[in-house]
């Protein structure tokens, strides 16, 4: 258990209105990231941050924006949400054990739809 | 091209047997990261195995292991004595690039297993 949670973990919207999703960990991993999960694409990477206030896009970034005001917080904001948008949304967190080993741990997931 | 390309989409086993889940990976790095993961009907992302491109020797971490044939650029996932809860969706994923720590994932879209009784 890496101490990932997601919040909210469903969320139903309306198109156009905006969504911030909370990715939040308590063991001070440095890197975090952002996927989405969509049937036949397998997962996505959206953004991923590497530290406070440093972030980068990812594959599919377009129509999102992600902000990392504290080590143990990431955001993913769809501003101003599609019903392309409608997906399940996975946060993860990197972690690198002593020699060669590497790990990325995946929280629980947030299911959105955009009606 | 695809990245990450798993050709099975979906499998039935015999409880009990062994299965082979294939995944071959396009890449010009030299170092990169190979991952295994399973998700079950409950939708959560289980990581279960990792081998890295340098490592000489078959990841294995119980009954997972992960066959690495580098010249062939492929990464199956053996599972021996499979257990009715080995039922899921199972992902390959790469990481690309020497950036430890720093794994910006691509994922392959999947094989479901399905274990019979």
């Known amino acids: 258990d890496a101490g990932i949670t997601q919040s909210p973990r469903h969320k139903v919207t309306e198109t156009g209105t905006p969504v911030t999703l909370r990715c939040h960990q308590t063991?001070?991993?440095?890197?975090m990231y952002w996927y989405r999960q969509d049937p036949g694409h397998g997962l996505r990477l959206i953004h991923y941050?590497?530290?406070?206030?440093?972030?980068d896009k990812g594959e599919v970034s377009d129509g999102y924006s992600v902000s990392r005001s504290k080590t143990e917080d990431f955001l993913l904001t769809l501003e101003s949400a599609t019903s392309s948008q409608t997906s399940v949304y996975f946060c993860a967190i990197s972690e690198s054990k002593t020699g060669t080993q590497e790990t990325q741990y995946f929280g629980p997931g947030t299911r959105l739809l955009v009606l | 091209a695809q990245k990450i390309t798993q050709t099975q989409p979906g499998m039935f086993v015999q409880e009990k047997e062994a299965v082979t889940l294939d995944c071959t990976y396009d890449?010009?790095?030299?170092?990169?990261?190979l991952f295994w993961y399973k998700q079950p009907s409950s939708g959560e992302m289980i990581f279960l195995i990792y081998q890295g491109s340098y490592d000489e020797q078959n990841a294995t971490e119980g009954r997972y292991s992960l066959n690495f044939q580098k010249a062939r650029k492929s990464a199956n996932l053996v599972i021996s004595a499979s257990q009715l809860g080995d039922s899921a969706m199972y992902f390959c994923?790469?990481?690309?690039?020497?950036?430890?720590?720093?794994?910006?994932?691509?994922f392959g879209t999947g094989t479901r297993l399905t274990i019979i009784p």
């Open positions: 941050s590497y530290g406070v206030k440093d972030t």
């Open positions: 063991e001070n991993h440095r890197y």
């Open positions: 890449t010009s790095d030299q170092s990169y990261g």
């Open positions: 994923a790469m990481r690309e690039g020497a950036n430890f720590g720093n794994e910006k994932l691509t």
